[in-house]
């Protein structure tokens, strides 16, 4: 479980490990999706949609007459969304599609989420770049997109930190499944596109102890997930540190920080 792929195979990416990672980030998320629905939203359709757990909260506050569509490859995901929406009060819709390969099958949108897809993608900025004849007009296209240099536990001693992280991106910095470290290539990419209004910000995601119970399962299961790649001596130091600052979080204050790049495209 502490690859947490999806039946596709591709990492971080399971229904269990999404919804853990937004439990965890509930809060800044629901107010996100405030920030970025318009008044006149009319379709909104989220690419790599997974349990349709975006949707969900888009459809607290989209406009009534709003609909709702998501679209992914892996089936199991699909058929998780479709559950996750029956209570849902907007109209809504999941497609079985690979968004690269089926990308003249997706239907246009005021609002196309693109939210951690792109570490899995060979070629991101081609795929933007087609996606702007999906925007409707006044439109937009929101990217989200985590790095994982941008993560830190803390606090740690500063080589024991070193140690952890050199030996995690050796085992995945150049893996072929997903990019890891994706900040600074879409940082770059997104100001290549053929959108005539790129927007470029950062969101920080702050906890620190004591933690609510969703926050403090997903933090141990980032740890268990880079242990799972790092080597014996570096996996040994992470769960050393976790016992004493998370096993007895209500002695040793302790805090979790990460930065996903934000951008909007119109």
Same mark, same amino acid.
């Given at each position: 479980?502490?690859?947490?792929?999806?039946?596709?195979?591709? *990492? +971080? !990416?399971? $229904?269990?490990? @999404? &919804?853990?990672?937004?439990?965890?980030?509930?809060?800044?998320?629901?107010?996100?999706?405030?920030?970025?629905?318009?008044?006149?939203?009319?379709?909104?359709?989220?690419?790599?949609?997974?349990?349709?757990?975006?949707?969900?909260?888009?459809?607290?506050?989209?406009?009534?007459?709003?609909?709702?569509?998501?679209?992914?490859?892996?089936?199991?995901?699909?058929?998780?969304?479709?559950?996750?929406?029956?209570?849902?009060?907007?109209?809504?819709?999941?497609?079985?599609?690979?968004?690269?390969?089926?990308?003249?099958?997706?239907?246009?949108?005021?609002?196309?989420?693109?939210?951690?897809?792109?570490?899995?993608?060979?070629? *991101? +900025? !081609?795929? $933007?770049?087609? @996606? &702007?004849?999906?925007?409707?007009?006044?439109?937009?296209?929101?990217?989200?997109?985590?790095?994982?240099?941008?993560?830190?536990?803390?606090?740690?001693?500063?080589?024991?930190?070193?140690?952890?992280?050199?030996?995690?991106?050796?085992?995945?910095?150049?893996?072929?499944?997903?990019?890891?470290?994706?900040?600074?290539?879409?940082?770059?990419?997104?100001?290549?596109?053929?959108?005539?209004?790129?927007?470029?910000?950062?969101?920080?995601?702050?906890?620190?102890?004591?933690?609510?119970?969703?926050?403090?399962?997903?933090?141990?299961?980032?740890?268990?997930?880079?242990?799972?790649?790092?080597?014996?001596?570096?996996?040994?130091? +992470?769960?050393?540190?976790?016992?004493?600052?998370?096993?007895?979080?209500?002695?040793?204050?302790?805090?979790?920080?990460?930065?996903?790049?934000?951008?909007?495209?119109?």
């Amino acid at each position: 479980m502490s690859s947490w792929h999806n039946q596709s195979g591709r *990492p +971080l !990416s399971s $229904i269990a490990w @999404l &919804k853990t990672h937004h439990l965890a980030k509930l809060r800044e998320r629901r107010n996100f999706a405030k920030e970025v629905v318009e008044r006149d939203t009319k379709i909104i359709l989220d690419l790599g949609c997974g349990p349709g757990l975006w949707l969900g909260l888009f459809d607290e506050i989209a406009p009534k007459n709003c609909k709702l569509i998501g679209v992914d490859s892996d089936q199991s995901t699909i058929s998780a969304a479709k559950c996750e929406a029956k209570g849902w009060s907007h109209k809504y819709d999941f497609k079985n599609l690979d968004i690269v390969k089926d990308i003249n099958d997706l239907p246009e949108a005021d609002i196309l989420l693109a939210f951690n897809i792109f570490p899995y993608l060979s070629d *991101p +900025l !081609s795929f $933007i770049n087609k @996606l &702007k004849i999906k925007v409707r007009p006044g439109g937009k296209v929101v990217v989200r997109q985590y790095d994982g240099a941008a993560m830190r536990f803390g606090p740690m001693p500063h080589d024991d930190r070193i140690d952890i992280d050199i030996s995690l991106y050796s085992a995945v910095g150049k893996s072929n499944q997903f990019h890891h470290y994706d900040l600074d290539r879409m940082f770059k990419l997104l100001q290549k596109t053929n959108f005539n209004n790129v927007q470029l910000d950062f969101e920080l995601f702050k906890r620190t102890s004591p933690y609510a119970k969703e926050f403090l399962e997903y933090y141990k299961n980032t740890i268990s997930w880079t242990c799972n790649y790092t080597n014996e001596i570096a996996a040994h130091k +992470l769960r050393l540190w976790e016992d004493e600052y998370l096993n007895n979080h209500e002695n040793c204050q302790s805090y979790f920080t990460e930065v996903d790049l934000v951008s909007v495209l119109s």
